[in-house]
T-cell receptor, first 114, second 116 residues
Framework: NAGVTQTPKFQVLKTGQSMTLQCAQD?????MSWYRQDPGMGLRLIHY???????DQGEVPNGYNVSRSTTEDFPLRLLSAAPSQTSVYFC?????????????FGPGTRLTVL | GDSVTQMEGPVTLSEEAFLTINCTYT??????LFWYVQYPGEGLQLLLK?????DKGSNKGFEATYRKETTSFHLEKGSVQVSDSAVYFC???????????????FGQGTILTVHP
């Protein structure tokens, strides 16, 4: 049971390039989320999904796209990278939407945009 | 909207010192409250949680009590170890009509460094 996996671990992009951050979970969780972590700001929600085919925006969605074609996978696409998107990105999943449910996090992707 | 405020950091302690990291929240109703920990180079993992007022969550020697009168959930440990060096996040669930939709609202995080 690998839990939540993310690839790549590190990535450097030039301004304007596009890329996809991969996230997969093998726990059969319905709920998945993407967060970005910036110094002094905690984690902020980018997009989330409540099941295959259903996604919605979080707090900071601009410049990012998501889709959820399967329960297992939830990729995050950067359409045209900007230096402001330099951050550490975490994917998370949970079994249900209960208010006491635990979120399980991947190890993160550290992205630098030059 | 809901929000979480953590004490300003970072915090530097000697081994066996007492630790307090303050957390206060603003929310509708009485949400569950969480502490997550991020060890160097890793993702976040749940440290402890409390689901209702006056509940005490505990794990690995850490404790936090849900105080609704002060809207606080301070994290404490009586004797820290070098291995406790990490970033600690206070969090509460998104709450729309009684469901979190798998979302969390985080505080800004507190960096803890413990020296031998």
């Amino acid at each position: 049971n690998a839990g939540v996996t993310q690839t790549p671990k590190f990535q450097v992009l030039k301004t304007g390039q596009s890329m996809t951050l991969q996230c997969a979970q093998d726990m059969n969780h319905e709920y998945m989320s993407w967060y970005r972590q910036d110094p002094g700001m905690g984690l902020r929600l980018i997009h989330y999904s409540v099941g295959a085919g259903i996604t919605d925006q979080g707090e900071v969605p601009n410049g990012y796209n998501v889709s959820r074609s399967t329960t297992e996978d939830f990729p995050l696409r950067l359409l045209s990278a900007a230096p402001s998107q330099t951050s550490v990105y975490f994917c998370a999943s949970s079994y249900s939407a209960g208010l006491a449910d635990t979120q399980y996090f991947g190890p993160g992707t550290r992205l630098t945009v030059l | 909207g809901d929000s979480v405020t953590q004490m300003e950091g970072p915090v530097t302690l000697s081994e066996e010192a007492f630790l307090t990291i303050n957390c206060t929240y603003t929310a509708t109703g009485y949400p569950s409250l969480f502490w997550y920990v991020q060890y160097p180079g890793e993702g976040l993992q749940l440290l402890l949680k409390a689901t209702k007022a006056d509940d005490k969550g505990s794990n690995k020697g850490f404790e936090a009590t849900y105080r609704k009168e002060t809207t606080s959930f301070h994290l404490e440990k009586g004797s820290v170890q070098v291995s406790d060096s990490a970033v600690y996040f206070c969090a509460l669930p998104g709450n729309a009509g009684g469901t979190s939709y798998g979302k969390l609202t985080f505080g800004q995080g507190t960096i803890l460094t413990v020296h031998p």
